[in-house]
């Protein structure tokens, strides 16, 4: 008797290791470069290629995009960091390609690079959502993001109404290899054109990065005893010149403006009186996943999607912003 109950509890451990060694295999995982949303039981696997998380703004988009993919259980998710390196990203969505996933999502880091693998993911009948940053030419599915070149003139805009059409001001670009680099500081040339006062004395290219930033302004204020304002291509930009400024004991004579508007940034920043104005850059994460669910249903998607922009000014932040005109 005593070895028949041995051997019953025996044959019980075996089918018990069993079940756990299978439910391990069947676990996906959810953690590392390689994150996932949604569940096992997804009908279709999204691609999502961001060109890095370096950016508050970028982090927020996946944000963005994990939570609006979570309402459905038929999505699955795989995010994909190229931590800011072109070729790194180049080979993410080769390998999304080569592993057959369904749809892709890719937030470039520059465009020209980017354009042929997109367009092979194209050809070979993979839908693929452009987010925030263009390729070049038409080989994609759908584009979504804000209008740079808008965002650019308002923005140039408003800072010759708020300076009353005299200054100088301190530029700090984006990276000026990529569409809203170019487009954020087009845009702004076209909004002060007709105001011969206002005078750009100092521009950088900070890369989007707030410790290039500080780095650039320090530069900027050794140079110039007077600055008015400082335009910057983002609020981290705006940020980083804030500090600058800051440890210089000059803040309080500079205007500090930037681009992105997110709630823990740049409205943050406005509320607290560090930046008089944040322009609304949206990160279309949860309009990918809106779109991208449309074309995998069979839906034809337009081809380009132009998100709405704000402006938050310490006037009219607790309203929740003023929205740019069309």
Not at 35 to 55: F, H, P, R, V, Y
Request: charged residues 25%.
């Amino acid at each position: 008797m005593k070895k028949y109950l041995l051997l019953v509890l025996f044959a019980a451990f075996l089918v018990m290791a069993g079940c756990k060694g299978k439910t391990s295999e069947n676990q996906q995982p959810t953690q590392g470069s390689d994150t996932q949303a949604s569940g096992a039981k997804a009908k279709w696997i999204i691609g999502m290629s961001q060109c890095n998380l370096g950016e508050p703004w970028r982090v927020q988009m996946n944000a963005d995009i994990r939570q609006a993919a979570e309402k459905y259980p038929e999505l699955q998710v795989i995010f994909k960091d190229a931590q800011n390196d072109t070729l790194k990203q180049q080979a993410q969505v080769e390998e999304f390609i080569s592993a057959g996933v369904n749809l892709i999502i890719v937030s470039p880091k520059e465009a020209a690079p980017l354009t042929p693998v997109v367009a092979a993911a194209y050809e070979k009948g993979i839908p693929v959502i452009v987010l925030d940053r263009r390729v070049l030419g038409d080989k994609y599915t759908c584009f979504i993001g804000a209008d740079n070149k808008k965002i650019g003139q308002a923005a140039g805009k408003w800072i010759v109404e708020k300076l009353g059409g005299k200054g100088k001001v301190v530029e700090l670009k984006g990276l000026m290899t990529t569409i809203p680099g170019q487009d954020r500081h087009s845009g702004f040339v076209q909004g002060i054109k007709d105001a011969s006062g206002v005078e750009v004395i100092f521009e950088a290219d900070m890369k989007w990065l707030e410790p290039n930033a500080r780095k650039e302004m320090e530069s900027a204020l050794a140079r110039f005893p007077q600055i008015d304002l400082v335009y910057a291509h983002n609020d981290p930009g705006a940020h980083g010149a804030y500090l600058a400024a800051q440890a210089a004991g000059r803040e309080k004579d500079i205007i500090f403006v930037g681009i992105d508007g997110l709630p823990q940034e740049g409205q943050a920043y406005v509320k607290q009186g560090l930046m008089s104005a944040s322009f609304e850059y949206p990160t279309g994460g949860k309009e990918a996943i809106e779109t991208g669910l449309e074309i995998l249903n069979g839906k034809t998607a337009e081809k380009e999607i132009t998100l709405k922009s704000r402006v938050f000014t310490k006037e009219n932040i607790d309203a929740g912003g003023e929205w740019l005109a069309d």
